[in-house]
């Protein structure tokens, strides 16, 4: 099982950046998508999630409205489009992988640094 991020960067406030996370090694379409960040000294946290089959969508407040999740299952690709990004953005972000039926698959990928300077 494989989740490759990339697309992280330097960035000023305002600015935009889109994050993709590349799947392989199970069956994408059965999982939930999510990214989650983390901020030096701060827990992980939920950013955005979306369904197996890319019905529906779900972001932390901090994020309505700036960033957007989206998928394709037939590339098994999930991306985070980031814009109007604050310095509060700064963190690691992580994609991840879930199932919720039996039995159930947690998977990570090792993060992409996303640094949001002034």
């Known amino acids: 099982v494989q989740l490759v991020e990339s697309g992280g960067g330097l960035v000023q406030p305002g600015g935009s950046l889109r994050l993709s996370c590349a799947a392989s090694?199970?069956?994408?379409?059965?999982?939930?998508m999510s990214w989650y960040r983390q901020a030096p000294g701060k827990e992980r946290e939920l950013v955005a999630t979306?369904?197996?089959?890319?019905?529906?969508?779900d972001y932390a407040d901090s994020v309505k409205g700036r960033f957007a999740i989206s998928r394709d299952n037939a590339k098994n690709t999930v991306a985070l489009q980031m814009n109007t990004l604050k310095p509060e953005d700064t963190a690691v972000y992580y994609c991840n992988a879930r199932r919720s039926a039996w039995p159930t698959r947690n998977f990570w990928g090792q993060g992409t640094q996303v640094t949001v300077y002034s």
């Open positions: 979306i369904t197996s089959a890319g019905g529906t969508t």
């Open positions: 090694g199970f069956t994408f379409s059965s999982y939930a």
